[in-house]
């Protein structure tokens, strides 16, 4: 199985600030990675497709990037309704495996 | 409005069975790959199972693989999941997901499955 994974683990910054995530993969995968954000006892919700494809209705802050083995997820400028946790998850191979999640929160 | 909605988690002792049930509208549901992904509490997400849009294929993490079976009922819009010699690892809030070109774009809420004596 291809392993992913994500860091940091955890991540505490301020209001406008610039959020980097970065997610490894074990081996090439291509651009075939998506970005994901769960919010507390919700359901997690995707942003980025194909490792830099914003998804429709989602705010422009969010961005991503990479391809191969290095990917990078970015908001621009944090929102104090970004605090969720945000994984990357690979489907170049079955099984679709996912990172372990950072969670963001509000310093 | 496409939705999801999960049924048929609950407790159950280890060694036993569950099937969850997710009812799909809003959108053509025979169109679409279907999968599970679930989340173990305070953990993070891990995919289950997905399924072709007719049925004829299902792939399985290794973990699930001989005691999980994924199905669909395109006549009833409906996903199923059947869970078989039930583990303590097990629980977990299950989730099925709506795959477009391999990203799941529509999630159900969840349902809690809990394996426990």
């Known amino acids: 199985d291809i392993q992913m994974t994500q860091s940091p683990s955890s991540l505490s910054a301020s209001v406008g600030d610039r959020v980097t995530i970065t997610c490894q993969a074990s081996?090439?995968?291509?651009?075939?990675l998506n970005w994901y954000q769960q919010k507390p006892g919700k359901a997690p919700k995707l942003l980025i497709y194909?490792?830099?494809n914003l998804e429709t209705g989602v705010p422009s802050r969010f961005s991503g990037s990479g391809s191969g083995t290095d990917f990078t997820f970015t908001i621009s400028s944090l929102q104090p309704e970004d605090i969720a946790t945000y994984y990357c998850?690979?489907?170049?191979?079955?099984?679709?495996?996912f990172g372990q999640g950072t969670k963001l929160e509000i310093k | 409005e496409v939705q999801l909605v999960e049924s048929g988690g609950g407790l159950v002792q280890p060694g036993g069975s569950l099937r969850l049930s997710c009812a799909a509208s809003?959108?053509?549901?025979?169109?679409?790959?279907m999968s599970w992904v679930r989340q173990a509490p305070g953990k993070g997400l891990e995919w289950v199972a997905n399924?072709?849009?007719?049925?004829?294929?299902?792939y399985y993490v290794d973990s699930v693989k001989g005691r999980f079976t994924i199905s669909r009922d395109n006549a009833k819009n409906s996903l199923y999941l059947q869970m078989n010699s039930l583990r303590a690892e097990d629980t977990a809030v299950y989730y099925c997901a709506r795959e477009r070109s391999s990203s799941c774009d529509y999630w159900g809420q969840g349902t809690l499955v809990t394996v426990s004596s």
């Open positions: 399924i072709k849009q007719d049925g004829s294929e299902k």
């Open positions: 081996q090439d995968i291509s651009n075939y």
């Open positions: 809003g959108f053509t549901f025979s169109s679409y790959w």
């Open positions: 194909d490792a830099s």
């Open positions: 998850q690979q489907y170049d191979n079955l099984p679709h495996t």
